[in-house]
């Protein structure tokens, strides 16, 4: 059984985590450098079997997808063309940068290592997947 791999896809940079494996544990694995994002992905599912990847989905409070979809949609495009049975799901991430956030206060990180927007990010993806996990063992 391979790992779940979830990503939140930023503009500069993207959060990423993934379980275990035997899909159990969500646990953020690192921040990448959008632009290098994909090569990042080729050299992890080298070393890590993927089974599928969930891509946090960004909309607007009102539900409406986000502008930011304009850069996320032709990422997701390539992943499907160079791995076309890996399957990709879509997950919701409204709020997850304020929950990350949240829960770095709670988990009582100071005040600077709140304000690294890679810890952020990573915490994001490592919610997204969380969430994923949940919603499919309901």
Same mark, same amino acid.
């Given at each position: *059984?391979?790992?779940?791999? %979830? ?14 494996? /035997?899909?159990?544990? %969500? ?5 990448? @450098? @959008? ?6 992905? !080729?050299?992890? *599912?080298?070393?890590? &079997? ?7 989905? &960004?909309? =607007?409070? @009102?539900?409406?997808?986000? #502008? @930011? ?8 495009? $390539?992943?499907?063309?160079?791995? &076309?049975?890996? &399957?990709?799901?879509?997950?919701? #991430?409204?709020? +997850?940068?304020?929950? %990350?956030? =949240? %829960?770095?206060?709670?988990?009582? /990180?100071?005040?600077?290592? $709140? ?7 990573? !915490?994001?993806? +490592?919610?997204? /997947?969380? +969430?994923?996990?949940? =919603?499919? $063992?309901?």
């Amino acid at each position: *059984m391979g790992r779940i791999l %979830a990503i939140d896809y930023g503009r500069k940079k993207s959060g990423v985590a993934v379980t275990d494996p /035997l899909q159990i544990i %969500a646990n953020g694995l690192t921040t990448v @450098s @959008s632009h290098e994002l994909f090569d990042f992905l !080729v050299k992890y *599912m080298q070393e890590e &079997p993927v089974d599928k990847i969930v891509m946090g989905y &960004p909309t =607007q409070t @009102s539900g409406e997808e986000s #502008e @930011s979809m304009k850069y996320i949609e032709p990422f997701v495009n $390539r992943l499907k063309k160079n791995y &076309p049975d890996l &399957p990709i799901e879509w997950v919701d #991430e409204r709020f +997850t940068s304020k929950i %990350a956030f =949240q %829960a770095m206060i709670d988990g009582g /990180l100071k005040k600077k290592a $709140r304000q690294n927007k890679a810890m952020i990010d990573k !915490v994001s993806a +490592t919610i997204i /997947l969380q +969430t994923y996990l949940e =919603q499919t $063992r309901l």
